[in-house]
């Protein structure tokens, strides 16, 4: 009987191994004044790529001050920004063929934007009106577009997890060179969905990444009362899969590393864990206060390593920014980004009829029926459902 | 035509959707090599290869949710877990995510052509972890189709119809009647309509209504009704969700009486659905009340598994009370 996992060497004296036995280094590429590591092999990256790159951090940056002030003003229900993760975000998904398929949690709207969708495109899902390509379903920041490969958001944690595993043997079983990407945080690492979905990967051969983006705090616990053990990646090595570890504020060193892990599940049909270490700047989203249970200091400390400054510092060394063209980026996506809001929220809902769209491939008789007897009630009492008495 | 057990025409099913479409795969615990514990699987390994049938790592949700990605990506995925008790670590990648995968994406993903296969049911001295009959905690979820056949005919057209479809679909194996029910199945392709129950045999004092392993139980339970004057017409309903009311309507404005008979517990059970849909469209006809010959609020028993069976003999006395009402 075959055991890969069995260790052939043999001792005879009782000897423990604990979470410090598995040395886990970090990768670093940027200093925090933008310049790389004596040492340091850089990614692939050229002027074009890095100010790609470039542009999704600003809009992204501008998107989260925006629509935070917008929930603020009771404008929209509900929002999450990606403060302070765009570097891991925004490194692993620029390593991406743009057909690879992302399987996010809800925290990776930069990579969405890195793939094209639009300022509309954001706010329509947002505003929930009727041009949101998820009609109306979800709460905000629930994206997703088959066009872009970015399938939509799911709110219970880790469920994208073996699903990922699904669409990575699928890509394979199709014959095509691409992998999907999973991202989730140490939180959700700890639901069954992730032991269920990282081993099915290792079995059973399926190209993915798993893109764990451990940023200290799931909600208000912090990591110290999420796991025990070497963090997450650790436990990548327990499943039998290529692991790493990098500075989830480095960008290059994120690159670096989704670029070569991108190749060896290509190559090898197999996945991989890449384990970010970085620190969510803002709060979990806008129905938490982290006031509540981390100090001003700590949240401080982290900014100092903000992941965009340094990626710009590093941008500028090359001669491939200005700080004024910077500045002119982002008071141009501050103008765009707020006419797009004054836009989309005078856009109507969508229609009555679309609630028993999509339930199953056709609406059902019964549905059908539902649906007959709800406009009929709608138009009996037009007042009291303003959205679409209207336009029925 | 060829005589066929009920796991025969599911193997047949399952052997020609994947010469058909060569994107199937079929996979669960132990269906690889082993054909999974009852066999449904055999031979797809060999003829197939690993890479579209074969085992997986014991876990339900794991199962689940690596179908919901092989389907959302286009791979038709066809899924067993190996018994329906076993289904609850994979709730909430099947009500959660495979249910709603169409609907809250707008129609940019959906994870039609995932079949869950499972065996479900009674009968077989398996006690509570191997006998339940979990069907009304999917049917209250929209966005799934739950599919229960009756014997091997069945089996195969109902089991290809499903693959087929265009939405997730649960689909529950009677498996006492897996060796037990044998008939008439051709060897070819043939498709069964969803969402269509089927008339298995008419008649004019009541409506008996049931599905899956329960029809024999009605069908004997008619037959001694019949003995004593009583004319019975039986329904097959096939699929519970979305359910044929149209058919146990016009059925029931027929005979005046209707009695609904499942294996799992009564309350919260499918036959609650029934009676309420069915008093709304029949009010007027309806000559006693509805009836329900249920198994009881326990968890599925042991030793004591013949007297909480909705057997006939309690259909029989039902079906008394109801025409004598």
């Known amino acids: 009987m075959s055991n890969a996992s069995t260790n052939q060497e043999t001792v005879h ?37 890095a100010k790609r790159i470039y542009d999704a951090c600003v809009f992204t940056r ?13 404008r929209i229900s509900f ?136 940023n200290g705090y799931a909600i208000s616990t912090p990591t110290e009362e999420q796991f025990a053990g070497n963090g997450i990646a650790s436990r990548g090595v327990g499943y039998g899969m290529h692991t790493i570890r990098v500075d989830g504020n480095d960008m290059l060193a994120v690159l670096a590393a989704t670029q070569q892990a991108r190749a060896y599940a290509l190559e090898h049909n197999a996945p991989v864990l890449i384990e970010a270490m970085t620190y969510r700047l803002g709060a979990h989203s806008t129905s938490d206060d982290p006031s509540g249970y981390r100090s001003k200091e700590e949240e401080a400390k982290w900014r100092e390593h903000d992941p965009v400054k340094r990626f710009k510092l590093w941008m500028i060394n090359k001669g491939w920014l200005a700080e004024a063209d910077d500045e002119a980026m982002y008071e141009r996506y501050r103008e765009e980004v707020l006419a797009a809001v004054k836009v989309a929220e005078k856009i109507p809902a969508p229609r009555i009829d679309e609630i028993i769209e999509d339930v199953y491939d056709e609406p059902t008789p019964l549905l059908k029926k539902q649906l007959e007897s709800l406009k009929a009630h709608v138009k009996k009492y037009p007042q009291a459902y303003p959205k679409t008495a209207g336009r029925l | 035509m060829a005589e066929m057990n009920m796991l025969q025409a599911i193997n047949s099913a399952l052997r020609i959707a994947m010469e058909k479409d060569p994107t199937m795969l079929v996979f669960g615990e132990d269906v690889g090599h082993f054909g999974g514990v009852f066999r449904a699987t055999s031979g797809l390994q060999d003829t197939f290869g690993r890479g579209r049938c074969f085992n997986t790592p014991l876990t339900e949700q794991g199962i689940a949710g690596f179908a919901n990605g092989l389907a959302s990506n286009g791979t038709t995925a066809v899924a067993e877990i190996q018994f329906a008790d076993y289904i609850f670590p994979a709730f909430d990648q099947i009500v959660n995510e495979s249910a709603k995968f169409r609907y809250r994406s707008g129609n940019e993903f959906n994870v039609g052509g995932l079949v869950y296969r499972t065996p479900y049911g009674g009968g077989i001295a398996g006690g509570h972890y191997h006998s339940q009959s979990p069907e009304a905690y999917f049917t209250q979820t929209p966005g799934l189709k739950v599919v229960v056949p009756r014997n091997a005919h069945q089996a195969k057209g109902l089991l290809l ?147 909480y069976m909705p057997d006939a003999l309690k259909t029989f006395e039902a079906i008394k009370a109801s025409v004598n009402f």
């Open chain 1, 13 to 49: 004296k009782v000897s423990f191994l604990d979470r410090e036995s598995l040395h886990i280094p970090i990768l670093k590429i940027l200093q925090a004044d933008g310049t790389p590591y004596e040492e340091a092999v850089l990614p692939q990256i050229d002027e074009a790529l």
């Open chain 1, 62 to 74: 501008v998107l989260d001050e925006r629509m935070l002030g917008a929930q603020r003003q009771g």
């Open chain 1, 79 to 214: 929002y999450m920004t990606c403060t302070g993760e765009e570097a891991a975000i925004l490194g692993s998904a620029a390593a991406l063929d743009d057909k690879d398929v992302i399987l996010a949690q809800y925290r990776e709207h930069a990579a969405l934007r890195y793939r094209g969708f639009t300022t509309e495109q954001f706010m329509n899902q947002m505003f929930s009106n009727e041009k949101d390509l998820g009609k109306g379903r979800q709460m905000p920041i629930h994206y997703g577009t088959a066009a872009l490969h970015y399938q939509t958001i799911s709110s219970p944690l880790g469920t994208q997890i073996p699903q990922a595993t699904g669409v990575g043997y699928s890509l394979k079983m199709k014959g095509e060179r691409n992998v999907a990407i999973c991202y989730f945080g140490e939180g959700a690492a700890s639901e069954g969905d992730f032991h269920a979905g990282m081993n099915m990967a290792a079995v059973l051969k399926s190209p993915v990444i798993f893109f764990c983006r451990n």
């Open chain 2, 161 to 307: 119809a499903s693959i087929r479809d265009k939405n997730p679909v649960v689909f529950f194996e009677p498996k006492r009647l897996y060796r037990a029910s044998v008939g008439e199945v051709p060897e070819g392709d043939y498709e069964l309509p969803l969402g269509k129950a089927e008339v298995v045999k008419e008649g004019k004092d009541v409506t008996l209504l049931a599905w899956g392993a329960q029809m024999e139980i009605v069908e004997k339970a008619a037959e001694m009704a019949e003995k004593e004057g009583i004319s019975c017409e039986i329904i097959d309903l096939r699929t519970l969700s979305p359910w044929d009311v149209d058919t146990v309507a016009a059925s029931v404005k027929k005979t005046g009486r209707l009695l609904i008979n499942h294996e799992a517990p009564l309350t919260g059970g499918f036959a609650g659905e029934i009676a309420a849909t069915i008093q709304e469209e029949c009010f007027l006809y309806l000559e006693s009340p509805i009836a329900r010959v249920c198994g009881l609020d326990t968890p599925y028993p042991l030793i004591h598994e013949k007297e």
